[in-house]
């Protein structure tokens, strides 16, 4: 049957010079999650880009096998660091993705994953509701009752494993009280006479790790910072862009810009490292937009990660120690994409007591990749397995001698990977942000512990 094409917007075609850039060394191969675990051409970044610039040419159709192998790719970018051509292999899927998505050529599964994306993540109040539902379901002993018993067994498999991925949803949500301008959680220990930042509260963040907005405030103000949130801030669009909806994920970039360029701060502080790489990246998305290109160029420019940005200061290191045994899992999107390796471990080599120990592959993705871990749940769980046994070889050690296993990472979504990652393998341990350990530090040496 003839495929119902819809015309393309020429922003939303991968680009001839981008797609020409790979010159097929191969060197990109070794490094690609999914060609590891499957050893296939078709599941490599140099089998990826051959398809996309196959169906801009109009060379193939989109069948549902090729669909799928698009599909399969994490979007982590590892690619993209192992290339020595510099082929933005990450511009390339999703504007790839996009084209697909516009001509109505991906499956019905894809275009309702787009569909509740956009229904549910620029909106709190959706999300607030959801949220609320979850942890109604695991606080009033139902979920309790379903593991117990079997009744999850009748539903679905896939649903089953999503269902024992979910996190604890916390009884309280993340508020920066900042409109006025004062530091919510941090004001104890503020040096007003510091820097003006701007916080990105973000969308499920302040929701699941509310403890991580309070400490990366509280270390901010601690450097000197004035933390403000921006009225009218929404969620970043990573996973709307990921999924191929680049209208929505631009309309949401034009709001941010609106809100934060209206805070008159000198930086925008993000500690989620998905959002940050997209933030860092509207320039490119906006760039034919004649209202906001220029503005977006300027926003972008603002962007820092929070290690990036602490890291740039002059750090002022703890006094406390922390007797932990530490290993940390480089997020996708702050190593390869941001380009930010050492600033993480420079923070948590600051910490006295502290020993940092490198996993095996410490950037390679943990499969939680956005909303990865639900649509591709059996590659998801194959990177994640690999991931835990890792982390295992590499902290079995200190848990023998009884010290504290933690992971730490910067991003929500490798948090909520590692955290299912450690119930399912059994481990003991603890999963949390870098800031999260600069700040117990602080708060342990302010409190004379
Ligand atoms: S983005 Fe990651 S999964 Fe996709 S092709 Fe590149 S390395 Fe492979
Ligand atoms: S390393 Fe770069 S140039 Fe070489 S095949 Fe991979 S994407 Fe193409």
Redesign the pocket.
Known sequence: MAEQRAPVETVDRPADQDLSQCVHCGF?LQ?????LQLGLETD??RG?IHFVRALAESRVQATPALVRHLDL???????ETACPSGVP?GRI?ESGRAMLVEQGRVPLAWRLRVWLLRQLFPYPKRLRALFFLLRLYQRSGFQRLLRATRLLRVLPSGLVEAESMLPDVPSRTFRLRSEAGENAAGTRRARPSGRRVALLTGCVMPLLYPRTHEATVRVLARHGCQVVASAGQRCCGALNLHAGDRRTARQLARRNIDAFLAAEVEAIVVNAAGCGSTMKEYGELLEQDAQYAEKARCFSAMVQDVCEFLASLPIEPPSHPLPYCVTYQDSCHLVHAQKVRSAPRQLLRAIPGLELIELEAPDR?CGSAGIYSFAQREMSLRLLDEKMRDVAATLRPAQGDAVAGVIATANPGCMMQLEAGLRRHKLSGRVVHVIELLDEAYEAEAGGL
Do not use: K, N
């Not at 994490?74 to 690619?79: E, T, V």
């Open positions: 990109c490094e690609c999650p999914t060609y490599s970044p990826r790719c994490l979007q982590c970018r590892a690619c292999f899927m993705c």
